[in-house]
C-alpha cells in the first residue's frame, strides 16, 4: 500500500516518520520516502519563489522518480510518503497532519530558515485547511489527525492504526476529515 503522509509544515510528519524509521517494531513494515529530500537533493524542481522562499516542485519529474523508488520495493512493504506535496502524487489513502495555528507558528517560528512571513503563510494556509481539501479532491480515502496536544507516540500509533484499518477493511472513522475548523484563526493583512 502507498499512503501519503502530509500537512503544513509544522505538523510533525518528520518526526512522526522517524519513529516509523527507526522502531523495530515498524521498520521492516514499513518504508518511509522523503519527498522534500528528493526534490531538493535532486533538483526537481523549475524555480524558486524568491519572495516566499520556497521553491517550485517539477510533479512530473517528481512522480516519474518517486515511482521508480516506489519499485525498489517488494509488495509487502507498505510506503509512506513523507513531505507536504505527497498528496499530488498518485497514492491508496492520504493522512493530513493537523495542528492548531498557533501550534504551527510557535514550531516553525523555532526553526532558523523561517521568516516570519513563512511562518504567517504556513499557520493560515492551515487555518485554511489548503492541504486537506487538496487532499479531498484528490482521493477519497483521506484522513486527519489531529496533533496538537498529543503525544508522539499517539500520533504514530493514529497513523498506524489508520493504515491497518484501511488494509483490513475497517475504516477508521475517528479520523474522517472535517472535525477540525480553525477558519477564524486566519489573520488578514
Known sequence: MIIALTGTPGTGKTTVCDVIRDHSRYKKQYCIIDINKIVLGEKLYTGKDEARDTYEADMDELKERVDLEIHKFP????????????????????????????????RLGKRMNYSLAKVRENANAEALDVILVESVELNKNVFEINTTDKNLLSVVKSVISIIDGIKHGKIPEEFFPGKINWIEMVEMD
Do not use: M
Request: glycine share 4%.
Open 75 to 106: 509488495s509487502s512493504i507498505d510506503i509512506i510518503l513523507e513531505g507536504h506535496l505527497s498528496h499530488l502524487l498518485p497514492v491508496e489513502a492520504i493522512i493530513v497532519l493537523r495542528a492548531h495555528p498557533l501550534a504551527i507558528r510557535k
